[in-house]
């Protein structure tokens, strides 16, 4: 189905790159509908036509159909008309009712009174559009899509109106290299007794470009077993003989869109067409798509030739061979269409390679974010266990670098693993984002564990080789380098969440290459955080930058136990925000267990086994007890109370967003989480700051907040969509107006220049 992946691929691609170039995806709407709406690539505009008025208490006044004008018909007997005009930024273009290889027809919906229908579009002469070796049928330019309304008897307006009340809702692509769904209602009242000709030219230059209707003897016949088309169109007019025609079959997914003419005096190919005159009758010669889904019976055709168009229905005879796999528009991709009017998405399709360039930016872009999280205050505590390290080994070169190595392959790898996972995970229809290890209860509980073990050993509370057997020590002793190794693993397991602020977009990016790419980009990003650390262990001139060993190492391994305390702090705070108090109380009550346990376990003598006992007893006990809130989830509020009246910051939905717009108020969008530090750095210094609160309440600005810290998949799929990996991210929406994505670094200044562009 090469039609089918192309026609996905396209657009999909298109809307990533419809959101790096800042387009606005939905047309303006508010509450007050008005005839005219705007985006940067369309004005679109309701038009009516009705130059002797609307015919009330008649026997059924008939607009017509567009190919009854184009044959003759005068206005006088068509007296009613409404239309959508597009017109369309340089390069920008949108589709007739068949769009060929890709796009979608523009789609009318109309609300009329009782008694007034509207007939279907008539669909003025398209234009061909090649896209490589595809080809599409559309409108450039400005071009009116006008629609004839019927009368009928049953329609009784109002005694106190002397209008037509017509209203629109219409939804169309437009596309140039990108494309983008936009939509957008409208309004209109048509005098009942008065005449509406002030758009009569626009409407008659729409009239004189309907094809006119050619009845004949026409046929098609089937050839090449199957696989091309041999028309036969009779009655056209004389003055046309001799001259090359185009055709637009109106029947889509049957001809080969993008076939091209063939060169006179050879034989077609499957990718070309031939066309010739038999005297009166015009004949031609077109391949058959490899991807045809139709098999129809009558297929009209538009022929066009100098501006003018004739439409014939031409009957098909013979059978048709077996089709292809009906290609539809998936599901999935209605659904991507439908949210993208909303907001921008700004990713790549997965597996889709970007252009060498920006994939070297990536790469570096990965790489500096790697350097910039060895200063992280989630990463630092684990840092200060290699910097001890060196200065213990000062002498050891060959143990230096050794260390050094295992450092940098324990973070490389696992950011590679986490990524292989989270790739993985992602092609098996998995919503994850960076960060996402720490959005389980049970991963958050076992660091904060491992985190009170290393505080407790750094403080001095006990020493490993205390209770670990001989044999282990001695290999732990024997083997520094696999314990460099686990070291890099902890550090990128803390890590990780860190990295987002730095690396949002490359990361948002590499979880849309293709796999190989993908994994260099989560590689670039480990050899940055580790490239200091085998700096130091690899060049004597950095070493030397390092203090020499002395007693200050004591001090200094104990002091960094507070650190460790203080990260096993935040994670506590992250759990309650996942399990709730419950949850954080009986981790707590745990830990402390755990530590009476490693206390007892440092005594000699007899007191050590028995104060082992009773405390390993304690733990087991507390497990059983209160071990499972840890990991329970914590109830969710009732949605009444997150509502409430007067709370400034309300949760994040698609809905919400939606109606805040349609009722013309701004919002400003906080994707953010517990264990995202940068998260609660801006929200402290910046969110809830007073002036950048004023200037929300002045500019009428609704807050949402968008809470990842448990997993949430529709809050994933929208950080993707954003070209986004991970939190913390910041988006203003205004109606009619560009969505803006702010730094993740979050300022002040930052926040109140944005609202001030709306």
Known sequence: MRTLSFFSGVLIAAFAMAGTLGVTPVAAQNNSLKSTASTEQVRAELMAYAPQGVPVGQTGALAGTGASVAAGQST???????????????????????????????????????????????????????????????YDGTVLLPVPLTITPEYKPSAFSNTLDVKLKASWLVCRQECIPQD???????????????????????????????????????????????????????????????????????????????????????????????????????????????????MPLVLVSGGQGWRAEVPVEGPWPAVAQAATVSPALEAALKANADSQPTTAPP?????????????????????????????????????????????????????????????????????????????????????????????????????????????????????????????????????????????????????????????????????????????????????????????????????????????????????????????????????????????????????????????????????TALSALALVLLAGAIGPNVVKPMEEAPASASVSTGQRWQPWSHERVAQTLAAGQPVFVDFTAAWCVTCQYNKKTTLNNSDVLAAFDAAKVQTLRADWTRRDPVISAELQRLGRSGVPVYVLLAPGRDPVVLSEILSVADVKAALGRI
């Open 76 to 138: 006088q007997e068509a007296p009613v008309w409404v239309g959508l005009q597009l017109t369309h930024a340089p390069h920008w273009h949108t589709y007739w009712k068949n769009s060929g290889d890709s796009g979608l027809p523009t789609e009318l919906e109309w609300t009329l009174p009782p008694g007034v229908m509207a007939g279907d579009i008539a669909w003025p002469l398209p234009r061909k559009f090649p896209i490589g070796q595809l080809a599409n049928y559309g």
């Open 184 to 298: 957008a209602e409208f309004a209109l009242q048509i005098p009942l007794r008065s005449s509406t000709a002030l758009n009569g030219s626009a409407f008659e230059a729409a009239f004189k470009s309907q094809p006119q209707q050619v009845e004949g003897a026409h046929r098609i016949e089937l050839r090449d077993g199957g696989k091309r088309l041999s028309v036969r169109v009779e009655g056209l007019p004389s003055a046309l003989q001799g001259q090359v025609l185009e055709m637009f079959p109106e029947t889509p997914q049957v001809l080969l869109t993008a076939a091209t003419p063939a060169t006179a005096g050879q034989a077609p190919t499957p990718s070309t067409w031939s066309q010739r005159w038999d005297g009166k009758v015009w004949t031609a010669d077109f391949p058959l798509s490899p991807d045809r889904s139709e098999s129809p019976s009558m």
């Open 351 to 611: 597996n889709t390679a970007v252009p060498a360039a920006t994939f070297m930016l990536a790469l570096v872009g990965a790489l500096i974010g790697g350097l910039v999280l060895n200063l992280m205050p989630c990463v630092f505590p684990v840092l200060a266990i290699k910097v001890l390290g060196f200065a213990q080994h000062a002498q050891d070169k060959r143990a230096h670098r050794v260390s050094g190595l295992a450092y940098t392959a324990g973070v490389v790898l696992s950011f590679l693993a986490l990524g292989a996972l989270m790739l993985g995970l992602r092609a098996a229809g998995e919503q994850l984002g960076w960060g996402f290890q720490l959005q389980s209860p049970a991963v958050v509980a076992a660091l904060a564990v491992l985190f009170t073990v290393i505080g407790l050993n750094l403080a001095g509370l006990f020493e490993f080789g205390s209770f670990l057997p001989s044999r282990v020590a001695t290999m732990e002793a024997k083997h520094p380098a696999a314990n460099s190794f686990l070291t890099g693993v902890l550090a990128v397991a803390v890590a990780s969440p860190c990295t987002a602020p730095f690396m949002g977009a490359s990361l948002g990016l590499a979880v849309g290459l293709p796999a190989m790419q993908a994994l260099l980009v989560f590689g670039a990003i480990g050899l940055g955080m580790a490239l200091p650390y085998l700096a130091a262990s690899w060049l004597p001139a950095v070493a030397r930058m390092l203090p020499k060993p002395g007693a200050w190492m004591i001090v200094f391994k104990q002091f960094m136990a507070f650190p460790m305390f203080g990260t096993v702090a935040w994670l506590l705070w992250v759990l309650g925000q996942q399990s709730g108090i419950d949850g954080a109380a009986a981790l707590i009550a745990l830990l402390v267990a755990l530590a009476f346990l490693l206390w007892a376990v440092g005594l000699g003598g007899r007191t050590r086994w028995s104060m």
